[in-house]
């Protein structure tokens, strides 16, 4: 692995991944607590700043340790940037906790022993160091296994009253977003 700030990351699978930050990152007073500022164009503000804190890493981190763990770095980074995306979004919560929680359970997060290194692509992520997506607007992931089991299914379902149309378009209406990138077994749709 080579770093050059010009030409990224060379990873072991030959991708390049590219470190930026955008606006300022600056250290506050507290050990674990970050002030990011970014100019970021969403619905919420030209303007936005995002304040994050040492649990909210972990959090991140279990999360990624969760959905990504053996889909390598490229994807842990896309992840995270799903997550702080969706927390700048007007569609989304406004709190890192309150999106991941949206769609992960308490119990399911709680026993997650993240390592060493997804922690520091949550940090990086969420300070705005590390990006593969580049996309302020790829706020949803599909893990394609889970596409694949849904084919399965819908093949095995035998009384189609059981599933109003209403609920199917409402199981897979982000889908209708533009298609983004793949990496790996998970695919990025943008807004």
Known sequence: MYYSPSDGVETID???IRAYAEGDVNYGNYANSYNITNNIDTQKSLYYTYNYNSEEEMLLAKLITLRARGEGMNCWI???EVMRNRVVSDMFPDSLYDVIYQNAGKAEL????PPEEIVNVAKMVLSGKLSVLANEKAVFFLDIRDMEETDESSEEETDEE???EEEKEEEHSWESYPWFT???GYVFYSL
């Open 162 to 164: 059981t599933v109003s």
């Open 78 to 80: 896309a992840i995270g």
């Open 110 to 113: 709680a026993e997650i022993e």
């Open 14 to 16: 030959e991708s390049i």
């Open 182 to 184: 793949t990496i790996n």
